[in-house]
């Protein structure tokens, strides 16, 4: 089938296999020709099949020499359909690790139940038998809590008084106010039972009490703080308390894996595309200023550099030493002042109709079609290309 971008509101409805292979094989080249690092061996990456998940994972296998067992929910193609690219993506990394004779397995399903903790404690158990990393990288819009059956849902939206900022619609380029209106306090309880820690926590206490958790075990989840002009929408807002809870779950899961020696860590990361931020909000504007910025300064990271960075300066830095306990902010390059005074400074012009975004809207536009495996000059978008995908490895 011949596979040309369908959008469908914030999200691409198609993907390409060969472009979404050319990301995964780019981010896999990128961590090869960077230092080998002495990390983890045995790898647990929740939420593996995109964005700052999947980085972690090529980080831990290519970089660290790791097996890697993933778990993520993607679909693969159906009738007039594509896969999506979170399946394509998870394909290549199967193929690329088995060529490069590393162990890997992913398990495709809702790991938020108990089934698929229960499928990858089976499969530990069987391959690994103890795992000396857990990435925990969900971004997800709904979750069924498996206790009570119970059906949350995430909303983005600001806490106490509607916010009013700048956003821009990426197909016109226009720009123009939006209004959001504050949440509720039941979404904000629902956001926080998504996004929050309870089912990292939940993950954890599984694999404690499975006996899967290596001696000196880690463990990781992500973070955003981001500046001023976000905070209203961002960190000020539901996504934000959801954020706290994940803060306060990792100082408890400190204490729980005391008994293994284990550390539970919050990494605080960079705005960047991806499908969940794409849909924020006011964030794309602010994000196609600061990639310009950070650009003029050579100082901009994607996925990949953030978590090989994560990785080699501070989870296994050298000596083992790094300043922060749980909260580790890689996000210190786009927080620089000079860069966010720059940032702001371009705001406002663009605000005030006094400068061109035309060209950061096209790029931005680009990079998010990128996830999707589109706008890649070295692929030919006129070939059939096989919209079925699968690997015995995908579970
Ligand atoms: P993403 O949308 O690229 O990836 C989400 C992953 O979660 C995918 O692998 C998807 O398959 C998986 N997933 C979703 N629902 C699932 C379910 N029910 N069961 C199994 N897997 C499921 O998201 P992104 O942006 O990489 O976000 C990951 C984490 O990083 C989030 O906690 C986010 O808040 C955080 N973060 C993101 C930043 C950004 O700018 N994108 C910045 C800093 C932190």
């Known amino acids: 089938m011949i596979i040309k971008p369908k959008f469908r509101g914030f999200v691409c409805a198609t993907a390409h296999p060969e472009g979404c ?10 961590v090869k020709a960077e230092q080998q690092l002495e990390g983890p061996k045995r790898v647990l990456v929740i939420g593996a099949s995109t964005g700052y998940g999947l980085a972690s994972r090529i980080v831990a296998a290519f970089g660290c020499g790791a097996s890697t067992i993933g778990v993520s929910l993607e679909k693969n193609a159906l009738h ?46 069987q391959d690994l038998k103890k795992i000396d990393l857990v990435v925990y990288s969900i971004a997800a819009p709904r979750r069924t ?42 979404e904000i309880r629902q956001t926080v039972k998504v996004m929050g820690g309870e089912d990292w926590q939940l993950w954890l206490e599984t694999l404690e009490n499975a006996g899967v958790l290596a001696e000196g075990v880690k463990t990781v ?66 994000l196609m200023l600061l990639t310009k910025v950070m650009e003029s300064k050579n100082i ?12 080699a300066d501070r989870l296994y830095a050298a000596g083992g030493r790094f300043d922060e306990t749980t909260v580790i902010r890689i996000d210190d390059r786009e927080l620089r002042e000079d860069v966010q005074a720059e940032v702001l400074q371009l705001w406002e012009q663009v605000c005030s109709g006094n400068q061109d975004v035309s060209g950061a809207v096209e790029r931005f536009r680009r990079e998010f079609l990128n996830l999707f495996g589109f706008e890649y000059e070295n692929i030919d978008y006129e070939q059939e290309s096989e919209a079925e995908q699968g690997h015995p490895h995908i579970l």
């Open 21 to 30: 292979a050319y990301l995964v094989k780019k981010q896999i080249q990128y």
């Open 80 to 125: 007039n359909t594509t896969a999506t690219a979170g399946w394509y993506n998870t394909v290549t990394f199967e193929k690329e690790a088995a060529a490069a004779g590393l162990y890997s397995r992913s398990i495709n399903g809702d790991a938020f139940s108990n089934e698929i903790k229960e499928k990858t404690i089976e499969l530990i158990k």
């Open 300 to 311: 901009n990271e994607d996925c990949i550099e953030q978590i090989y960075r994560l990785f």
């Open 221 to 286: 989840s992500y973070s955003y703080i981001g500046p001023e002009l976000t905070y209203p929408i961002y960190t000020g807002g539901t996504i934000g308390k959801a954020k706290e809870h994940l803060v306060a779950t990792a100082k408890l899961l400190n204490d729980q894996l005391e008994s293994v020696g284990g550390q539970a860590f919050v990494s605080v990361n960079k705005a960047l595309v991806t499908q969940a931020s794409a849909a924020i909000p006011v964030v794309p504007l602010y």
């Open 145 to 186: 809590d498996p206790a009570t059956g119970e059906m949350s849902s995430s909303v983005i939206k600001p806490i106490g008084k509607p916010f009013t900022s700048k956003t821009i619609n990426l197909n016109s380029h226009d720009l123009y106010d939006v209004t959001l209106e504050p949440a509720s306090e039941e």
